[in-house]
């Protein structure tokens, strides 16, 4: 089934015929019904109200009265109107006395909370007592939308009583369906009582920005720090370190030396590939680091928007997430991102939780330009080693930069060179 965003693009290359049957099949494949988010009012509001204004034991009720009233017929006297009547008088009977034992609750969002794709999210919020009478069995739940799924309502909280001028912080529970920046509408407040046929149901909107990680990835990574050290003994990575860099001998060459550290003389001298060693101080002194992550994704046509496969990216994503941690928590904070050919700075962890959530996929590699800084620890992420990655990786590692590159294996695509600083990760 398709939908709006999933248009086909226009091709320059390609000829005008083949676009306009791409978007005729685009046509018969449209989902016409909306994804549907819940909002107070519109003409949803009847249809609300049913829904939400009756237990399950009271529209079992009602739907048996119902049926009863249809089948009754003066030729067919084993239906009884008094029982139809009995219950459509008690299910009224239970709104008067919900609407006479009314609540004022007040709702606020107690905290902020990252979700990750396809598990429970926990979200607080606080409900205090503002009315005049004492709640009871209170049942909380957010608003309905399109991309998640709320708990069953055996496992949503129930308060059984809250006083006037009480305040407890309640939990919401939704599972998230895929990476994305999810906006939660508003939350819902049930009471059933007294009679429990009827509910009368309270809240608003409370917009929430939940960003949806992509599921945590089951890799163990070394130290960066490490990393980063055996690449300074090697002596063919330049890096900000203490003390001057000089050179000490020369060796064979070996695969991933740049080109710039070949000892020519000594190579016509000896018949072979030689590389020059330079000293220079073995331990990282970085301000921090920052991440490269090839967003392009195989098999993603031109003329799309959106990948057929909406979690080919997120493995990728979820390396990025592991590499801040690791770094974070070697003294190492990310200052830069980039996702793509720009780079974002990183204020904080939330605003890299929002830039991996909002994160597109891309139909070709593209990788900055440049890197901005020479104090920092630069770490490339990948799934494909092609041309497109070894060639600027190679460029950035001669021109000074400290590169530790990170493949993650298992799907295809070329591996990276053998060579100090490259890293393949099975996952």
């Not at 990835?217 to 890096?239: I, N, Q």
């Not at 921090?288 to 994704?297: F, L, N, R, S």
């Not at 928590?329 to 990183?346: H, I, N, R, T, V």
């Not at 080693?385 to 460029?395: E, K, Y």
Request: glycine share 8%; hydrophobic share 50%.
């Amino acid at each position: 089934m398709k939908e709006f965003a999933d248009r086909p693009l226009r091709v320059p290359e390609e000829p005008l015929a083949r676009h306009w049957w791409r978007l005729a099949v685009w046509v018969l494949n449209l989902r016409l019904v909306p994804r549907f988010t819940e909002r107070r009012g519109g003409w949803w509001a009847p249809l609300r109200s049913l829904r939400d204004g009756l237990t399950p034991v009271g529209l079992a009720v009602l739907l048996t009265c119902v049926l009863l009233l249809l089948l009754a017929r003066r030729s067919n006297p084993g239906f009884e109107l008094g029982f139809a009547a009995a219950g459509l008088v008690l299910i009224a009977l239970a709104g008067i006395a919900g609407r006479l034992r009314s609540f004022r609750v007040q709702i606020e969002r107690a905290g902020h909370a990252v979700a990750i794709a396809g598990q429970p999210c926990r979200n607080q919020l606080r409900l205090t007592n503002v009315g005049r009478r004492t709640a009871h069995d209170l049942s909380l739940r957010e608003w309905r939308g399109p991309g998640w799924r709320l708990a069953a309502p055996a496992a949503s909280m129930l308060v059984e009583r809250l006083a006037v001028g009480e305040s407890r912080l309640c939990e919401t529970v939704i599972t998230p369906r895929a990476r994305s920046l999810l906006v939660l509408p508003g939350a819902a407040l049930h009471s059933a009582w007294p009679l429990f046929l009827t509910r009368l149901t309270a809240g608003g909107a409370l917009p929430l920005e939940l960003p949806v990680l992509p599921p945590p990835l089951a890799v163990s990574l070394p130290p960066l720090r490490e990393l980063a050290a055996r690449c300074l003994k090697t002596g063919v990575h330049a890096a900000r370190a203490s003390g001057a860099i000089e050179y000490t001998h020369t060796r064979a060459y070996q695969m991933g030396d740049p080109a710039t550290r070949l000892d020519h003389r000594a190579s016509a001298r000896r018949g072979e590939l030689m590389s020059r060693v330079f000293r220079g101080g073995s331990e990282l002194r970085a301000d921090g680091i920052a991440i490269v992550c090839d967003t392009a994704v195989a098999g993603f046509a031109p003329w799309q928007r959106r990948p057929r496969d909406p979690a080919a990216l997120d493995r990728r994503l979820a390396l990025v997430l592991e590499l801040a941690a690791h770094a974070r928590a070697e003294a190492l904070p990310l200052k830069l991102l980039a996702l793509g050919a720009d780079w974002q700075p990183m204020a904080d962890e939330a605003a890299l939780h929002r830039a991996v959530a909002i994160c597109p996929p891309a139909h070709e590699t593209r990788l900055p330009a440049g890197l901005p800084e020479p104090g920092l620890l630069y770490v490339l992420v990948t799934e494909d080693a092609g041309d497109a990655i070894t060639t600027p990786l190679a460029a950035w590692r001669a021109a000074g930069a400290l590169v530790l590159a990170f493949r993650l294996g298992g799907r295809g695509g070329h591996a990276l060179p053998p060579g100090p600083g490259n890293h393949e990760i099975a996952a």
